[in-house]
């Protein structure tokens, strides 16, 4: 029963997210989900990346939380348009669903952006399930959270396009694994791609600024 119930809540989101996907298509805005567990950097992996891009790459952002504006209080701080969400008017949601996507994206002029980065709510299990209608899923996962986790949460390194290695800057503080961890995203989804960078110190962005960028220039490109 409850499985049938689950499976309900996910057509009617894929529904929704082909919409969206159409609804972008038509706008010929690149949407990147951004997704990890708490604390592992995404806004300011997102702070950061938006330095590099703007004004080049005319940019917004939506952001989920279950409660709070500080994250998009951090991101207005780079000059795009953010708009944020909390999933606690909806249920205190883990992750952001089409339907709720869709909603924040009316506040913004799509013709006037030409990629759209949504900060999904802190977690490494839900926001993997749920389509929004984006071009690119990725996944941040800092040096600090330990070697394992593609391989406890392999779901999320299996629908990613690309993987962040966050706060490589702490690596001479820690007991870390470098390679161990490369090999577990492998086992998990061997072609994926694997940034390691610092948000805090920008070490490592050319690769992924160019991996972006690149995407959205498909996108525009048709
Ligand atoms: N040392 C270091 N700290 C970082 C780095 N990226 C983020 N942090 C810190 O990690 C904490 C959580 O970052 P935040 O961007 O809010 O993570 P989010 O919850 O995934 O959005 C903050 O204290 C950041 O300053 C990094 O590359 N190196
Ligand atoms: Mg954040």
Redesign the pocket.
Known sequence: MEIKVIRKVLDVNNTMAKQNRKMFTEKEVFVLNVM?S????????LEKTLSYIIPEIKSAVIVGDICTSN?ANRLATTGVSVVQINTDEFGGDCHLAAHVVEKAACNLDLDAIDLLIV?NV?NLVCPAEFDIGEDAKIV?L?VTEGEDKPVKYPLMFRVCDAAIL?????LPYLDYNREEVLNNIRQVHPEMPVFE?????GDGFTPWIEWLKSGVNRKIAG
């Open positions: 990890s708490p604390g592992s950097g995404k806004t300011t992996t994250d900060e802190g941040v800092s966050n706060k490589i800057d702490l960078l610092s948000a805090k110190t």
